[in-house]
């Protein structure tokens, strides 16, 4: 599993987003990376634990911030695209999440079963606790209201914005139902126990 902890960095406009697995992060890397209209002078950390750099910058003034996202819709999510409909075409039999427990057969309460079992130390990034990947100092970003929380935070650091997409959607992609079909009263349960802490630092609910 990769467990490391992922961070983007611009010297030029003083920032630091820190990248949370299956929270938007495809489309930020679309903006800032991929398909830039300018050069925003992105560069990277990847580390195994959350990095004293990023502390540093922060305390430099760098603007902090990460997205947050529903962790039922979240792990929705990560199970879809990592486990159930992942394609590997050398490894055909492969999964996204790397694990003797985990295969294509692998059903989502199986997932979620997995998941509680898995302590944020053990987890995958992309289903570790987002709190867990927090530094003192971040402005959090939802998820479900990106484009206009996103457009806020951009004004605030001062830089130009072009036309962008949201990568990475996979919700009505190939027979992906409402996140909320997935679950029974029993795995809502686990999962609220699981990721108390994002739901309460962050105010989500099963409903929202």
């Not at 490391?4 to 890397?29: A, N, Q």
């Not at 486990?83 to 492969?94: A, G, K, L, S, V």
């Not at 457009?151 to 990475?168: G, S, T, V």
């Amino acid at each position: 599993m990769d467990k490391s902890y992922k961070y983007m960095v611009s010297d030029k406009h003083r920032f630091v987003i820190t990248e949370i697995m299956k929270s938007c992060t495809g489309t930020l890397r679309g903006i800032f990376e991929l398909y830039p209209k300018e050069d925003y002078g992105v560069r990277h950390i990847t580390v195994i634990q959350k990095s004293p750099e990023v502390d540093a910058l922060i305390r430099k003034g760098y603007r902090s911030m990460a997205v947050a996202r529903n962790p039922f819709a979240r792990l929705v999510s990560c199970w879809f695209q990592k486990i159930h409909n992942y394609h590997d075409e050398e490894n055909p039999e492969n999964v996204g999440i790397s694990h003797e427990l985990l295969n294509k057969k692998t059903t989502f309460p199986e997932f979620v079963r997995f998941v509680c079992d898995t302590a944020d130390e053990d987890s995958d990034s992309h289903f570790r606790s987002v709190y867990t990947s927090i530094h003192e100092g971040t402005e959090i970003l939802r998820a479900e209201a990106f484009d206009f929380e996103f457009a806020i935070w951009r004004e605030k650091i001062k830089i130009p914005l072009h036309r962008y997409d949201i990568r990475n959607q996979t919700v009505n992609i190939n027979g992906r139902k409402p996140y909320k079909d997935y679950y029974t009263p029993e795995l809502i349960s686990m999962v609220s126990e699981r990721y108390k802490e994002d739901l309460e630092m962050f105010g989500y609910s099963f409903s929202f």
